[in-house]
């Protein structure tokens, strides 16, 4: 049988071996030439008489006999501990490696640095196909498998993201286990792309069973009747509260406009490729328009929510005020007192910006329930209520952000908006606040790399900012629609 040594040994190890053997043949055949040349040597040197050749041979033969055989013996023995020496070494570093008889050529090991940069694009990559995935699946009817994929794959993205934000805080400790969660981060994402992947055919299916271009072309007008409206009702909030109320949205009407004049010239050129057949050409146009109509209504939603629960939360204010009392009146036997004095200081300034002009309720409300909550209380009904209110919107503000601006947001940002979702409502509060400042100082890295004149006019800026074209060519690169990592631009 031949060995399992033999079977893994690679080419130039074979090559050795045949060296080391054309030695040992060597000098067996200089020992042989040893033998031969005496006799040699008396057949063509001695022309003596033939009645005389018989002793003396005779006699030479005894003399020599012992004398002749030394240098053929050396050479013998030589040639002999050039074998067992060659034998030696290959046994020693056969032992010295991992995979017997081979050259290490195995490609280096990533640093942890590099894994975690992996792991970092996998999270990205996999939110964006979820987040585009799920924007494109709201112009289908029906799709049933494709939802399927999709609930699937946001079930492993939300995974990926838990194992993250351990990491993040240290656990594991070891270095085995923190690769071994990066690698756990990676194949989730995988897996989520993956099942999307799979869908995308049957999702397109949908799609051409559909009025795309009519359904497409009624949003934009839905919207684009909105607009004016959501308008007003920035600017009367930002006057009734402060500027500082509606901070968080201003500039959203305007990003709205620009994917609407994006969403205008691909819807029209849709049609003309409709018109002449171009289906293909129509296809292009109308997912690039849906995208951009859904990402405008992403932006005049977040302004038109936003101003709802300012008034909420002003209706709630005195109450959770009232409230806030009677829970530091059940606490004060058993709280700290210095937490007690801190709770009073903003309960009291709270109500001294309910008569000092335009406040932000929705900041006055989170400062009440943190007040409250820091003392030990927080477990009534208006403050319960409160948290909750305060905690949707800060959520709602970060999704909303990421959401148009998924071409700059990197992992932390996104990682940190998945916890909060998990989050009970006062750490869920605190969790999206610290991602929306993440996703911010991310979109202000980034730039804009699509900055000139021509690009804002005809919002391909925007469009690709917010992930609705790839961004990989000089006119925006093609559009992202349903799907994972390999088909989601298939629309080239």
């Known amino acids: 049988m031949t060995s399992s040594l033999i079977r893994g040994r690679p080419r130039h190890a074979t090559a050795r071996i045949g060296v080391r053997v054309g030695h040992a043949v060597l000098g067996g055949v200089t020992g042989a030439a040893w033998l031969v040349l ?21 006699a030479r033969a005894d003399g020599a006999s012992t004398a002749d055989y030394v240098m053929p013996l050396v050479a013998v023995a030589a040639a002999g501990a050039l074998g067992g020496y060659g034998y030696v070494r290959r046994v020693r570093r056969a032992r010295s490696r991992t995979t017997p008889g081979i050259v290490s050529t195995a490609p280096p090991v990533p640093s942890p640095v590099d894994v975690e940069r992996q792991a970092r694009a996998a999270l990205v990559l996999a939110d964006d196909c979820v987040r585009t995935s ?45 690769r071994q969660a990066l690698a756990g981060v990676v194949g989730r994402c995988a897996e989520a792309g993956r099942r999307l992947d799979a869908a995308a055919e049957g999702f397109d299916a949908e799609w051409d069973a559909g009025d795309a271009l009519a359904v497409a072309e009624g949003r934009f ?63 292009r146009g109308v997912c690039a328009a849906e995208g951009a109509v859904a990402q405008a209504g992403v932006l005049l939603g ?5 101003a709802a629960e300012l008034r909420t939360a ?16 059940g606490v004060r036997e058993a709280a700290s007192p210095s937490r007690l004095a801190h709770a009073d200081t903003v309960l009291a300034a709270v109500r001294e910006e309910l008569t000092g002009g335009p406040y932000d309720p929705l900041d006055a409300l989170r400062r009440v329930v943190r007040a409250v909550e820091g003392a030990g209380g927080g477990r009534s009904g208006v403050i319960s209520a409160g948290a909750e209110l305060v905690a949707r919107s800060a959520l709602g503000a970060a999704d909303d952000f990421v959401e148009v601006h998924r071409r700059a947001v990197g992992a932390e940002a996104r ?16 969790l999206a606040r610290r991602a929306r400042e993440l996703a911010g100082r991310d979109v202000r890295a980034h730039g804009n790399p699509y900055a000139g004149e021509a690009a804002h006019e005809s919002g391909l800026a925007g469009a690709v900012l917010g992930g609705v074209l790839l961004g990989e060519e000089a006119d925006g690169g093609p559009v992202v629609t349903f799907g994972g990592p390999q088909t989601r631009a298939r629309l080239r």
């Open 415 to 430: 990682a940190l908006l998945a916890e909060a979702r998990r989050a009970a409502a006062g750490d869920a509060d605190r």
């Open 221 to 283: 007008r839905e919207l684009a009747a909105r607009t004016g409206k959501v308008a007003g009702a920035l600017t009367e909030a930002g006057e009734h509260y402060g500027s500082g109320a509606v901070a968080a949205v201003l500039g959203y009407v305007e990003q709205a406009k620009d994917r609407l004049v994006f969403a205008t010239g691909r819807l029209n050129q849709a049609r003309r490729d409709a018109d002449s057949g171009d289906g293909d050409g129509m296809r």
């Open 38 to 58: 005496p006799v040699m040597t008396t057949t063509a040197q001695d022309p003596v008489p033939a009645a005389a050749r018989e002793p003396v041979a005779t």
């Open 314 to 329: 002003a209706g709630l204010v005195p109450a959770a005020l009232t409230g806030a009392e009677k829970e530091l009146a």
């Open 302 to 306: 977040g302004v038109a929510g936003l």
């Open 134 to 178: 799920r924007q494109a699946l709201g112009y289908v009817d029906g799709g049933d498998p494709a939802a399927e994929a999709l609930r699937t794959a946001e079930t492993e993205l939300s995974a990926a993201f838990a194992i993250w934000r351990r990491y993040e805080e240290g656990i594991p400790g070891d270095d085995r286990g923190r």
